[in-house]
């Protein structure tokens, strides 16, 4: 049976879109029925309109809680009878009684090795800490930012005179090709 996937984005979306583009494929166990966004100038919306796929804004500053923010984030997945839901670059914390409505099926990109660099700044630190190598890891997500168990990651070397966005660069490349197999890895167990 086919999974119905929504992706919660706030950026450019380049991961919602690797996602996207590889259940094009005959035989990925899932399809996209919603790409939803926290901030109406998300980028990646323009590409989810483009391909003809439902779209939903929900404005956290619309809200005066997080509570409320994430219970009209759920109403817009039952809405959409999601079976799984992917966090792609959505940068918005989420509360436990939501991320708990959503256990082992809801999944995160995170772009480094966890449980190396939770949080933000990830390719600094690692290139701070002096660190030979990067990457990325796709997760569970649990009420715990960053955490949760991991489906898989991807490792890139980190080069002499690497920045953070040279490293990005690299890094966001392998992204792009994990998030499309894990999900097809969580889809199996969902
Ligand atoms: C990616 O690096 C992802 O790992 C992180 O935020 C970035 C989002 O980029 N969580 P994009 O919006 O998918 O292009």
């Known amino acids: 049976m086919m999974k119905r996937v929504a992706i919660l984005i ?33 980028g990646g919306l323009d590409y989810a309109k483009a391909e003809g796929l439902p779209t939903a804004v929900v404005d956290h500053t619309r809200f005066d809680t997080r509570e409320a923010f994430d219970a009209a984030i759920h109403q817009e997945l039952i809405a959409a009878n999601a079976d799984i839901v992917c966090l792609a ?20 990109i995170h772009p480094s090795l966890l449980p190396k660099y939770p949080g933000l700044h990830t390719h600094q630190r690692a290139i701070d800490a002096g660190d030979a190598e990067a990457g990325c890891t796709v997760h569970y997500v649990v009420p715990e930012m960053d955490a949760g168990e991991i489906i898989g990651q991807s490792r890139v070397p980190i080069q002499p005179g690497d920045t953070a966005d040279t490293l990005a660069t690299r890094v966001i490349k392998v992204e792009h090709a994990l998030y499309p197999a894990c999900l097809a890895k969580a889809t199996a167990q969902a």
């Open 10 to 42: 706030s950026g450019r979306g380049s991961n919602m879109t690797a996602l996207v583009e590889a259940m094009k494929a005959d035989d990925f166990p899932a399809e996209p029925v919603l790409i939803l966004a926290n901030r109406p100038d998300a």
């Open 89 to 108: 670059g959505f940068m918005r914390l989420l509360t436990p009684g939501f991320v708990n409505k959503w256990t082992d099926r809801m999944i995160n």
